[in-house]
């Protein structure tokens, strides 16, 4: 059974920073490219950034771009996303997600390219 656990969401100011992890079983992560994606309230869910199975690659919504960075250890089975500089609007539950990669330098960007998905991590940014 797959699982994703993401973990490290908190309260925090503008201006401050906070690293996001996603822990997953039943799968070989090394195999799966792997992603952020963050829903704020009455809006959709979009993407965040993205990173492929070999960790060489990686891709990020224009937004956050110059202050998150995702990253990998796939002895740990665990997928980072570091963020700085957050901003009000950063506040959204954001998700881990996991997509069957087609090769290892591949980074999807799509909801529907990804198969598994987390419970989400609540992320609040006060002004």
């Known amino acids: 059974q797959v699982q994703l656990v993401e973990s490290g969401g908190r309260l925090v100011q503008a201006g401050g920073s906070l690293r996001l992890s996603c822990a997953a079983s039943?799968?070989?992560?090394?195999?799966?490219?792997m992603g952020w994606f963050r829903q704020a309230p009455g809006k959709e869910r979009e993407f965040v950034a993205a990173?492929?199975?070999?960790?060489?690659?990686?891709d990020y919504a224009d937004a956050m771009k110059g202050r998150f960075t995702i990253s990998r250890d796939n002895a740990k089975n665990t997928v980072y996303l570091q963020m700085s500089s957050l901003k009000p609007e950063d506040t959204a539950v954001y998700y881990c997600?996991?997509?069957?990669?087609?090769?290892?330098?591949?980074?999807?960007?799509?909801?529907?390219?990804?198969?598994?998905w987390g419970q989400g991590t609540q992320v609040t940014v006060s002004s």
């Open positions: 997600a996991a997509s069957s990669s087609l090769s290892s330098s591949w980074v999807p960007d799509k909801m529907a390219q990804y198969l598994f």
């Open positions: 039943g799968l070989t992560l090394s195999r799966y490219a």
């Open positions: 990173v492929s199975a070999s960790g060489g690659t990686t």
